[in-house]
């Protein structure tokens, strides 16, 4: 009974959702704000989720806020708790009072929701809490795709770009979700263009990392982990599932080609898209742009 009451309501009324998540500074809730103002000029209809108990900084409106259940000062608080460990808290909290945000997200209408979520990125490599809540909502009729922000000045050091490759990949396994991840804030790349050994392809392709292990090992400290570095590489490369969009928040076309990503991503194009026409569906699957996509290209170097 149960699942033929799941798949009525996925075939009356799909659900579509954006978990943005990422590690702190990488630009998250400005994502939020500016992707909901670009949803909504296209007539979307958007509805933000904040689900960070210490997001006191919100640039948007949310329409569920976990702050009205728990906050990591309260947590901090009551059980004698360092902000990390209040965190995690507040979050298994939410998952044992699940109740409370479907309750929340029912009153809403809106078919499309942008979780906000916390940046401390044990919640998605090892905690499970925030794993088997958005599970709970798939298995109700939300079709989901987790965007995980990198900021994009990462690239400029091979350490931790490739720290952030193996976090990606981590993440992507962790969730089990459709997953898009992003280099945020590309932009700041024209800051860091002199210190970056390849182009910006090399970034978001993922291409062969065995080029920024000989720039590793030329330096001093990288030579001493020579092994590890290698051994870090060769397990990303036999996955081969990481690449990355860049992103530039500031800017429609960038945001308009994370956007077809993620609706293909999370189904939207095929389910409830306010773009019908088979051409723009057959050509969102196989990844090409329509002439449309193509003359709203940026010209800006980094993003094309």
């Keep these: 009974m149960m699942q033929n009451s799941i798949a009525k309501l996925r075939s009356i009324s799909p659900l579509y959702g954006q978990l943005v998540i990422g590690p702190p500074g990488s630009g998250k809730t400005s994502y939020c704000y500016k992707m909901q103002q670009f949803l909504e000029k296209i007539g979307r209809k958007v509805t933000i989720v904040n689900l960070d108990p210490a997001n006191d900084n919100m640039e948007y409106t949310s329409a569920v806020d976990i702050m009205q259940l728990i906050t990591v000062q309260d947590a901090m608080e009551q059980f004698k708790l360092g902000p990390n460990g209040a965190l995690i808290y507040c979050m298994e909290f939410l998952e044992t009072n699940f109740q409370w945000l479907l309750d929340q997200l029912k009153t809403i209408d809106s078919n499309y929701f942008i979780f906000d979520c916390p940046g401390q990125v044990e919640l998605f490599t090892h905690n499970n809490a925030l794993k088997n809540i958005f599970g709970k909502l798939e298995q109700l009729g939300y079709h989901l795709c987790t965007v995980h922000l990198i900021e994009s000045q990462n690239c400029a050091e091979a350490y931790k770009f490739i720290s ?46 065995n080029y920024l292990l ?91």
Excluded: W
């Excluded at 962790?174 to 945020?184: A, E, F, R």
């Excluded at 569906?281 to 993003?303: F, H, K, Q, W």
């Design 214 to 304: 000989e720039s590793m090992e030329a330096d001093r400290l990288g030579s001493k982990f020579t092994k590890l570095n290698a051994a870090i590489v060769s397990m990303v490369e036999d996955y081969s599932l990481v690449s990355f969009l860049l992103l530039d928040s500031n800017r429609d076309n960038s945001l308009l080609r994370l956007k077809n990503a993620i609706d293909k991503a999370n189904g939207y194009v095929y389910g409830a898209g306010e773009e019908k026409n088979i051409n723009t569906l057959l050509a969102c699957a196989v990844g090409a742009e329509t002439e449309s996509d193509r003359m709203d290209r940026d010209i800006d170097p980094y993003l094309n």
């Design 164 to 209: 952030c490759v193996l976090l990606s990949l981590h993440t992507m396994l962790q969730m089990g979700l459709p997953h898009v991840n992003v280099l945020s804030k590309a932009d700041q790349l024209k800051e860091c263009e002199s210190r970056l050994p390849f182009n910006v392809e090399y970034y978001t392709e993922v291409l062969d990392l």
